[in-house]
């Protein structure tokens, strides 16, 4: 039986795929304007919410005992010290939160890059013969990530879904 969690986290995966289904057939795709902006920084922001919706599927299946608004990674973390339980789901998304080089710490950067600091940057790419799509930036550096190198903005946030599923 699926848990309200479960179907949240499940939520906010498919509101990400429907930004992505547009985004992959948007005419205007690659020309960096306000409608693909929105579709991107949506994306971010729901695969995000998904990664951050299993915290609250973990407290619900390791009965941690915290309440809607008291799930957080530290409380988690506290909540399975103080039991003596653990979790290996918990554990390799806690690995990959706190390892700068991780696709979930960039994920987590976009996120709070677009939602709160500024619009995300890219590597603009123009060609007169063919569509290329534009590479988003690590804010953290400015450079074009090491995660997922060389892949388009559209590529980039298909590999962040699959790695959210």
């Given at each position: ?33 306000e409608w693909e902006n929105a579709h ?21 299946g390791y009965s941690l005992g915290l ?5 957080t990674w530290k409380t988690v973390a ?88």
């Amino acid at each position: 039986m699926t848990s309200q969690f479960q179907y949240r986290a499940d939520q906010k995966l498919r509101y990400a795929e429907v930004h992505l289904e547009e985004l992959s057939t948007y005419p205007h795709a690659t020309s960096n304007d306000e409608w693909e902006n929105a579709h991107q920084e949506s994306s971010f922001f729901h695969l995000a919410g998904a990664v951050e919706a299993l915290l609250h599927e973990i407290n619900n299946g390791y009965s941690l005992g915290l309440g809607l608004t008291k799930v957080t990674w530290k409380t988690v973390a506290d909540q399975f010290r103080q039991s003596n339980q653990s979790s290996p789901a918990f554990d390799h998304l806690t690995q990959l939160r706190n390892d700068a080089t991780s696709w979930l710490a960039l994920l987590f950067e976009w996120r709070n890059h677009g939602a709160h600091r500024q619009r995300i940057g890219k590597m603009v790419n123009l060609s007169t013969s063919t569509r290329v799509d534009n590479q988003f930036k690590d804010p953290r550096s400015g450079q074009p990530p090491n995660v997922y190198p060389g892949l388009g903005c559209l590529d980039v946030l298909k590999h962040l879904a699959n790695d959210v599923r």
